[in-house]
Nanobody
Framework: QVQLVESGGGLVQPGESLRLSCAAS????????MGWYRQAPGKQRELVAT???????NYADSVKGRFTISRDNAKNTAYLQMDSLKPDDTAVYYC?????????????WGQGTQVTVSS
């Protein structure tokens, strides 16, 4: 099992920044991708950004140039630096880890952290 714990959410004004953290623990061997997803009220969960073990990075078009994903393998932690935040970025942000064990892929999710952007 993999446990993911997010932190860093909060209430900010438009244009401000936040940094989310996701600490992975448990059976973390075999994790190949970590990422961030978000879900706004009444909407489906959507991809925000992912980063692979090989440092391959992918961003949603809506956050390119504003958000930066990174990971510290020594700390088993992934980060999402969010700059120039907009009201449309308001959502619950979830950390995700994709793990492969014996050729079988499995997703793990954190409990989510609320990000609210409002004046």
């Amino acid at each position: 099992q993999v446990q993911l714990v997010e932190s860093g959410g909060g209430l900010v004004q438009p244009g401000e920044s936040l940094r989310l953290s996701c600490a992975a623990s448990g059976s973390i061997s075999g994790i190949i991708v970590m990422g961030w997803y978000r879900q706004a009220p009444g909407k489906q969960r959507e991809l925000v950004a992912t980063i692979s073990n090989g440092e391959s990075i992918n961003y949603a078009d809506s956050v390119k140039g504003r958000f930066t994903i990174s990971r510290d393998n020594a700390k088993n932690t992934a980060y999402l630096q969010m700059d120039s935040l907009k009201p449309d970025d308001t959502a619950v942000y979830y950390c995700n880890a994709l793990k492969i064990t014996w050729g079988i892929k499995r997703d793990y999710w954190g409990q989510g952290t609320q990000v609210t952007v409002s004046s």
